[in-house]
């Protein structure tokens, strides 16, 4: 008889535990799918603002601003195309409207223009290698085909180069290396990369960031053009479209009003030189950076859509999916594709980011003409995350830039969770087994 009940008792309990692990399971992959979607949707993360009204959003973004600010910014929001709030603070030297920034990786988009410029012209083919236009510095021979680094590749990041440049600059007052001598190393070099510029995966097979990829497009249009890439860009960008304060070079230029650089502790840091002007040396102001947003629309007194910089099918090709991670959409022809608009398009525009605390932001809804410029130093990431703030309250989206970063806060919250799951069923699963011992 004790035997019998013996091994009722035993069914019972693995009855029970059967169900609490069970259990358990189902909210392991409930709390997943959850941590995912917020991760990916935002399903728990409220916007800045409840309103819709582009004001009230601006103040709340200049809360934000000034709480976690340690230097300079300029803040511009646009409806429309037009200014609408604008907020500009300094920790010393004054800060307006036309002050020069130094915007780190948002150079490569205005370098894209310069390149598809070209291409409006016939003088550059998107889909032909870019040996074909190269005659002083050639890609190194590797496991793969160098023909498949097309014009097109190189804007998307999709050529196959695995550099992942990210360049640290030159101190002033130094050398700057040569731009041949740049590509084949960069002695510049951000830590952890090699610094050498060459195919490593097959092109077009997968995205992968490389700021190498804007130094050789730098020498493209130097090649192609006959001229340096900043005279270049300042005739066939900068000056049509008005921004007569932007430079790829400031020595020597006699310019003032440049914003200091400063870091995470409110110090004033160094400004650096760079070899890669296409990809991290653009100096450009809140104003001239609204002009640009401007020239992706069509004007108030009827101008086109590119302003005869690029032709307005030029500017719609570019935001036009080039490239995906994660089974997202991220990248058109030189702009980021930050979030789906819900009619047919994008937030596009670019962030950059350079050491000791750069950031910088803009991104435009080309659709409605909004669109949000941030541009900072002293915090290495305020002007993304306000951006990312914009981008959400516009859309209810979490652009692919929070969403990386939120990767890494995804997985721990998905281990915590999981690890109190896991305590709470072996909890469960003793106080059954206490309880069942009782009543035997």
């Known amino acids: 008889m004790h035997n019998d009940n013996s091994k009722q008792g035993n069914r019972i309990m693995l009855k029970r535990l059967i169900t609490i692990f069970a259990g358990a399971l189902l909210l392991a992959g409930l709390w997943g799918f959850a941590v995912l979607m917020n991760t990916e949707n935002g399903w728990f993360r409220s916007p800045l603002v409840e309103t819709n009204d582009a004001k009230s959003f601006g103040d709340a973004a200049i809360r934000l601003i000034e709480k976690q600010r340690a230097g300079n910014i300029a803040f511009v929001l646009l409806e429309n195309g037009n200014p609408v709030v604008q907020h500009y603070a300094s920790k010393a030297t004054l800060v307006n409207g036309d002050t020069l920034f130094q915007v780190a990786s948002l150079s490569k988009w205005i370098t894209a223009w310069g390149v598809m410029s070209l291409v409006d012209e016939g003088k550059l083919d998107l889909d032909a290698p870019i040996s074909t236009y190269l005659s002083r510095w050639e890609l190194p021979q590797g496991a793969f085909d160098n023909s498949g680094v097309t014009i097109r590749r190189l804007l998307s990041h999709t050529a196959g180069l695995t550099d992942g440049l990210g360049y640290a600059g030159f101190e002033p007052g130094t ?32 995205w992968r960031y490389s700021g190498g990829g804007y130094t050789l497009l730098q020498l493209l249009i130097e090649e192609v053009s006959g001229q340096s890439f900043n005279d270049f860009m300042t005739e066939r960008v900068f000056t049509p479209l008005g921004m007569t304060r932007s430079t790829f070079i400031i020595d020597g230029k006699g310019l003032d009003n440049i914003a200091t650089a400063y870091d995470t502790a409110g110090e004033e840091a160094t400004l650096y030189r760079f070899t890669a002007l296409a990809a991290a040396s653009l100096y450009t102001s809140a104003n001239d950076l609204t002009k640009f947003l401007a020239a992706q629309r069509p004007g108030s007194a009827e101008e086109a859509i590119g302003r005869d910089v690029l032709k307005a099918e030029t500017v719609a090709a570019m935001y036009e999916p080039h490239a995906s991670t994660l089974g997202l959409d991220i990248w058109g022809l030189g702009t980021m594709l930050y979030a789906p608009t819900g009619h047919r398009g994008f937030i596009v525009g670019h962030d950059g980011s350079n050491e000791p605390a750069i950031n910088t932001a803009a991104r435009l809804d080309p659709t409605t003409g909004d669109g949000i410029i941030l541009l900072e130093t002293g915090n290495k990431a305020l002007a993304s995350n306000v951006a990312g703030e914009w981008v959400f309250w516009k859309t209810g989206k979490v652009d692919f830039i929070d969403q990386t970063i939120g990767v890494k806060n995804m997985f721990l919250a998905l281990i915590a969770g999981w690890l109190v799951i896991l305590a709470g069923a072996v909890w469960l699963a003793l106080r059954a087994r206490k309880t069942l011992r009782q009543t035997a």
């Open 175 to 206: 050398p700057v290396q040569g731009l041949t001598d740049s590509l084949t190393k960069a002695a510049d070099a951000s830590p952890g990369k090699d610094g050498a510029v060459r195919v490593g995966v097959e092109p077009g097979s997968e």
